[in-house]
């Protein structure tokens, strides 16, 4: 596996995609102003930033919230996974960059010191709260839809609730799998969480659109049990395991049939389950 050298500068983003407008208009009541602290771009496609964290900002980690920047003089919002673990005292977010995306066409150009609007109220069913108890937890995800995780596995909870985690993150190119990998590489270096991962994360990185050691879908492998080799587990029982996924409608649907085939049930908040579900952020 290796670690892909990031672009410190936009020069990843087409030049002709859409400038933000200033940011100092007033705030509506549900939202909050929060200042951008550092950007990181990892490919043409993908970026992630820190911002500052509101004293009275409270989440479970896994949830997402609204996000965005005034346009046109209106809150343009989309909902976003908080990357960062609910200890953390700024919020991250990993974010794709549609070229015609009304909002990340936009917000690709922010870097440290510009206004963002951050909404008031977290929610969400990527959380330890929704599943049963159980042994091993399978973060499955794809592109940007390993957000949630990332916040996840930074969390003591996780580690206290379960034995093993397994976080399987499957992009169409190598260059994709950069965040996660330096998110897994800094985890082990933490000193409140690396001690606790210890051996106990085991992460997982394919590729579908490039030559690559793990190669192909995450269904594809799960069906053919390839995935349960190479991350050295047998295959799914919902008397032991557990199973969160997040990712595209389409990887959404066929991962939720699949765990439904295993005999899983879905969970959520009020009704906890073996297996949850949520859409990665989309324009
Ligand atoms: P593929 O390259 O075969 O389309 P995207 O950026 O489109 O969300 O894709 C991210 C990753 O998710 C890609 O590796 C893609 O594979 C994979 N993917 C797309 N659709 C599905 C699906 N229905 N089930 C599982 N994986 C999927």
Same mark, same amino acid.
């Not at 916040?151 to 190119?173: M, N």
């Given at each position: %596996?290796?670690?892909?050298? %990031?672009?410190?500068? +936009?020069? #990843?983003?087409?030049?002709? &995609?859409? $400038?933000?407008?200033?940011?100092?208009?007033? /705030?509506?009541?549900? *939202?909050?102003?929060?200042? /951008?602290?550092? /950007?990181? +771009?990892?490919?043409?496609?993908?970026?992630?930033? !820190?911002?500052?964290?509101?004293?009275?900002? !409270?989440?479970? $980690?896994?949830?997402? /919230? %609204?996000? #965005? *920047?005034?346009n046109g003089g209106k809150p343009l919002l989309r909902a976003y996974s908080v990357a960062s673990p609910s200890w953390d005292e700024e919020l991250e977010f990993f974010s794709i960059k549609v070229p015609d995306g009304p909002l990340t066409s936009r917000l690709q150009h922010i870097e440290p010191g510009d206004k963002i609007l951050l909404g008031k109220k977290p929610t969400g069913t990527l959380i330890l709260d929704a599943l049963t108890p159980g042994k091993t937890l399978y973060m499955l995800s794809t592109g940007t839809g390993i957000a949630p995780?990332?916040?996840?596995?930074?969390?003591?909870? &996780?580690?206290?609730?379960?034995?093993?985690?397994?976080?399987?993150? &499957?992009? !169409?190119?190598?260059?994709?799998l950069g965040y996660g990998n330096d998110l897994v590489a800094a985890i082990s270096e933490d000193p409140l969480i690396g001690e606790l991962v210890d051996g106990r994360l085991i992460h997982d990185t394919a590729v579908t659109r490039e030559k690559y050691g793990r190669a192909g879908r995450i269904t594809s492998r799960i069906e053919s049990g390839q995935f349960f080799g190479d991350v050295g587990q047998p295959p799914f029982d919902p008397a032991r395991d557990r199973v969160m996924i997040c990712g595209s409608m389409a990887m959404l649907k066929d991962c939720a049939a699949m765990c439904e085939d295993f005999g899983f049930r879905e969970g959520s908040n009020a009704n906890p389950g073996e297996y949850v579900i949520e859409k990665a952020f989309a324009e």
């Open positions: %596996m290796t670690t892909l050298a %990031m672009h410190d500068t +936009h020069a #990843g983003s087409p030049v002709d &995609t859409p $400038s933000i407008e200033p940011q100092d208009q007033p /705030v509506p009541g549900a *939202l909050t102003q929060e200042t /951008v602290i550092s /950007v990181r +771009h990892w490919t043409d496609r993908l970026f992630s930033f !820190r911002v500052t964290r509101p004293q009275s900002f !409270r989440f479970r $980690s896994g949830e997402f /919230v %609204m996000l #965005g *920047l005034f995780f990332a916040s996840l596995i930074r969390d003591p909870e &996780t580690y206290d609730k379960f034995e093993t985690i397994v976080l399987s993150h &499957t992009c !169409r190119e190598i260059a994709e």
